[in-house]
């Protein structure tokens, strides 16, 4: 069974960087037949899909967030990586990681976790 | 980018009531090499993660009940829960996944009237 974890800051201040990190279990993320994802969502609100990185170390980031965004892994730990720069407060969210299928189909995802951005 | 749109953004049914949310995208996700639609449907439960019901418009995954079911084509899509239990208030919220930046719906809430 396939099962991610996140891990990371749950506070970081305005204009830092927010890094976050995926642990991945029952599956390796050198698997060629997916994507590892990142998916946000401010509390109460909706899901916005932040991009994914492949076994290669090619990415797609959301254009929305490009400029901000690196998605980076590491396969000896089995693990892949968040960072995002310049946060303010509207980075408030829930940051779950998971697993996307080359099809495009998202499962599983992690719990997600909460960061907040505040001084 | 594809935009999604959801209606109702709430709905209210009765225990063993049908319950319809439509999705409306921007723009055709039907993918012509498989021919199927990339459009997914989540359920998302207070405190947890989305949870995937539905891929290809209609696919239901493992160990989804029956009372599930995914319709549609072209840009207009349909969850239906047919006989409404209390374990399925939720949020439901639809993605396509036919174009980067994948996207979502805005969320239907749903509960018991």
């Known amino acids: 069974q396939v099962q991610l974890q996140e891990s990371g800051p749950g506070l970081v201040k305005p204009s830092e960087t927010l890094s976050l990190t995926c642990t991945v279990s029952?599956?390796?993320?050198?698997?060629?037949?997916?994507?590892w994802s990142w998916i946000r969502q401010p509390p109460g609100r909706g899901l916005e899909w932040i991009g994914y990185i492949y076994y290669s170390g090619s990415t797609y980031y959301n254009p929305s967030l490009r400029h901000r965004i690196t998605i980076s892994l590491d396969t000896s730990k089995n693990h892949f990586s968040l960072n995002l720069t310049s946060v303010t407060a509207a980075d408030t969210a829930f940051y779950f990681c998971?697993?996307?299928?080359?099809?495009?189909?998202?499962?599983?995802w992690g719990q997600g976790t909460l960061v907040t951005v505040s001084s | 980018d594809i935009v999604m749109t959801q209606s109702p953004d709430s709905l209210a049914v009765s225990l063993g009531e049908r319950a319809t949310i439509d999705c409306k995208s921007s723009q055709s996700v039907l993918y012509s090499s498989n021919n199927k639609h990339n459009l997914a449907w989540f359920q998302q439960k207070p405190g947890q993660p989305p949870k995937l019901l539905i891929s290809w418009a209609s696919t239901r995954e493992s160990g989804v009940p029956d009372r599930f079911t995914g319709s549609g084509s072209g840009t207009d899509f349909t969850l239906t829960i047919s006989s409404l239990q209390a374990e399925d208030v939720a949020v439901y919220y639809c993605q396509q996944y036919y174009s980067t930046p994948y996207t979502f719906g805005q969320g239907t809430k749903l509960e018991i009237k």
């Open positions: 029952g599956d390796s993320i050198s698997n060629g037949d997916y994507y």
């Open positions: 998971a697993r996307e299928a080359l099809g495009g189909r998202i499962d599983p």
